[in-house]
């Protein structure tokens, strides 16, 4: 940044500060015009050019980008150093066109008290009327910004707006993130913790705002407390290896301080909770290496003509068991409906049919695969115990938790969950809490987050998760549970049962 600190030299510190003229960090500019290029605009809007930052990767010739900037001094200074290949408008931003839409908005708006603003009274009058609700003059100039540019956003487009963090914690904030929620607009908030000072010359919180002009079901509150954090979360929008936190637009109100969805520690607010693993140990399933060779349904196990002795009974694919309770009738409608539920080990029954299988396995590499050539012989499959209790892999919102009665193994679509020895008489106690919504949530802090709301647990998170401690439930509870179990085994709709097993383990959770 160069160029930024000869501007200074030349520049008053009244000037820099009455216009707020401070500059995104390179990183952070290019981690936001990354973002709402994904939407592949067609049109480009920043409100608040300075130094066109945002703009200066971007193919300007193919797309339509426009700024606007006030000062002529700043941007004159720029456009002699560098190439400014759009239109900038010299221009107060917060009295331009409102009826100009883009695809994609990206902007550092100036940061100051807008009591300090010319023409204040008629700007807000006219943010009121267009907005068709009453802006305080107290309001700073930044939300003005992030308001007007919400509004000049085409349907589906995308908004990345870097600024102070105050607002989420301070009652005039509470229009704008009303304003938010009432639209369902936001996408996400990446907060910078206090210890980053992310501008250079100035001393202020912030925070980047990413709106998605779509519905949305939640938000996402990303809290960043290094700079090797940012780093990683600009590589991968979704690791887990960053503190978040998604909030459901139902659950999010703008009078409440939103700061609180940044402190992680706060997310556990329940008391009693111990390591999963002091009860039950996850495993993954059973990794084929080839399902279109290993897998069968009885109607290709027959045409194979292979003895059914080759093969052992298998869930194979995750949205093949729906209910909570996998039964030996369950796995036998299965059948009767010709899903995939046989695995084939070449191991466990010798006949001609049989070799003239693996011998076309041969013929078609199978036996090179990765998985297979690590195996001997290759045909032979992992040795894995059926698990009592199944938890699938990939969920959205849910987690799928089975109860396998049936005592079938499973492929790699769930993973298994394993009960130590001595908590053997917890087992359906364990299911049952798995079932429950606030099982599920204290288990899904430990989640990985993929796009389109898709979560994944590795064996490893469950076993790192929480759990109530079930050592402290009363021997009248762990009765009233298991009664509740019975009645789960016998009935179609599960619903009811599981909220009053809820409302046993909530007590001890509160
Ligand atoms: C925080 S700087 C951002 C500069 C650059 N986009 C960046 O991110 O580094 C804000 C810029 O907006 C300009 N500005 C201030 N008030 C404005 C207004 N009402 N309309 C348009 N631009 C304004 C300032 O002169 C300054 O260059």
Redo the contacts with the bound molecule.
Sequence with gaps: MKLEKQYYEITSQEKVKK??????PLSI?HFMSSWIMECSPKSIL??????G??LKDIDCENIECLG????SD?LNFFKENKRFNYKVLIQ???QSEWDLKFDAIIC???YNRFQMIDDRKQILDNFSQKLNFKISGYTNQYILFLLKSIYQLNDNGRLAYIIPNEFLNSGYGNKVKKYLIDNKLLYAIINFDSNINVFENALTTACIILIKKEIHKDVEFINITSEEEFNILSNNFFSSDIQRKRVNYNDLNYKEKWGQYFDHSEQLNYKNLVKFSKFAKAMRGIATGDNSYFVFNESKRREMNLNIRSFFPCITRAIDVTTPILSFETFQKLREKDKNIYVFDGTLYKDKNNEKYIKMGENRNVHKKYLTSHRSPWYSMEKKDPAPILINVFSRNRLKVIRNLANIKNLTCYHGIFILQNYDHLIDVLFCYLLTSVGQDILYLNRRQYGGGLDKFEPNDINNSMCLDFDLLTDEDICNIRKLYDKLVLSESSDLIINELESIFIKYLL
């Design positions: 216009l707020g003229q401070y500059f995104t500019a920043d409100p608040a050019v300075g130094n930052v945002f606007y900037e006030i000062d700043i107060d931003y917060l550092n708006p100036p």
